[in-house]
């Protein structure tokens, strides 16, 4: 066995084993179902020290039988999506304790890990799309499992977008395959570009129906105010991955020449631009965190779309700017999730000025949720600067995105400031200890160290 089939053989059988076993771990007990979290938890963090020692030593290459191909930016994305599971898992423990699917959601969300990281590694069409059928049927599963009315509704329409993102993406890659002469490699050397890039078209679409950026949000506002808000939490941040990572692989390794790059890029940019402008606007009249969150996610992809459409001029750039401002997103929406999850079970309400005086009763959770929401915004020196700051720095060559991307990181200050500034006003919050705090300033920590990794990173693909 190689260095490379060591490096994802660790995890795959590691999260089948652990998904499988929790099942039958579980006897309605509260010490069972501690076993259960501590087993979850224990595998994540083996998986997530593999990833990271793998990434250290430079573990690079093709695995299994060169179906993936193991890289920086796949070790920062699936990285990603295990520090967000981890954080979930971490402030979720309390919340489904009393749940009668409370092992299947542990078991789905290791499943979906398992996927993610798959994407994030592919190099093979067949790799995606196995991998996307693993990951995307667990999590919409997961936003239904709450089983109340509220989490149905959200999860069926969660669950609809899916089927046409699904359907889209297969027919998208029978033309990419197609183009590429029946070969299921992402390595295409001389694909048949007319062929290609409409097959991409349709690529770009049903991935944009998972990252949620417009116009294919719909689905965000309904989801992410009436799902429970720890299966929220997972599908705001790990399942984001999922997307992002598919996206990213299917243009990583492909050389497009004129005009062909030109069109791709000017659908990215389209996006990009739709995004940020509607998911501001939008955001700017909620006073409601859930509200405020779905349409500030959408703001989020735009800015990701940055960094997709300058994967044709500034490639290696524009990939690191995706894979730190994926890393910074995910765990700040992770955190910020959990912390809604408390104020909700709390006080029962969710609107802003249900923060007032956090500060005065729980000063170490008002900072830890600022720096997540500043992380958002992005604020130096934490890892949300620094995947802005990259996916801008890619968009030199094309400076009219540069400014729309500046003006729309400064007008998302509107709705992320308050946020903050609620918190600190007087008031008479008071929130118990629980999972969810830890989670919270688990996340927090996480925002700060890797800010200080972030600029290591960029010179190391840069």
Known sequence: MSPTDFVLAVPTLLLTAVAIAVL??????????????????????VVLAVLAVGMGLNVEGYAFSETVFVDLIGYLLAIGATLATLITLVGAKAHIEGWKTRTSFVSLVLL????????????????????????SAASYAIAMIRKDYSSA???IKYLVMGLVSSSLMIFGFSLYVLSSGFDFSLFINDPVLPLFVLGSFFLIV???????????QAWLPDVYANADRVTVTFISSTSKVIGIAALLRVFEFVNITYPYKLYLFLAFAVISVGSMFVGNVTAFSRRDLPSILAFSSVTQAGFLMIGFAMLFFQPKIAEIGISVQTLGYVIAQAGIFLFINLIDKSVGDTSLSSLNGLSTSDRPLALGVSLLVLSLLGIPPLIGFWGKLFLFESSFVQPWLLVLGVINSAISAGYYIPIVREMFKPGNLKLPESPERDGV????VLTVAVGFIAPLLFLLVV
């Open 24 to 45: 039958y771990v579980d006897k309605g007990t509260d010490s069972s179902f501690s076993k259960v979290t501590w087993s979850a938890l224990g595998s994540l963090v």
């Open 112 to 135: 979906t890990l398992m996927g993610t990281i798959f994407i994030s590694f592919a190099a093979n069409v067949l790799v995606i799309v196995s991998s996307w059928a693993i990951a």
């Open 441 to 444: 300033v688990m996340a927090a």
């Open 206 to 216: 049903a991935f944009s129906f998972k990252i949620g950026a417009f116009p294919f």
């Open 153 to 155: 509704d959200a999860g």
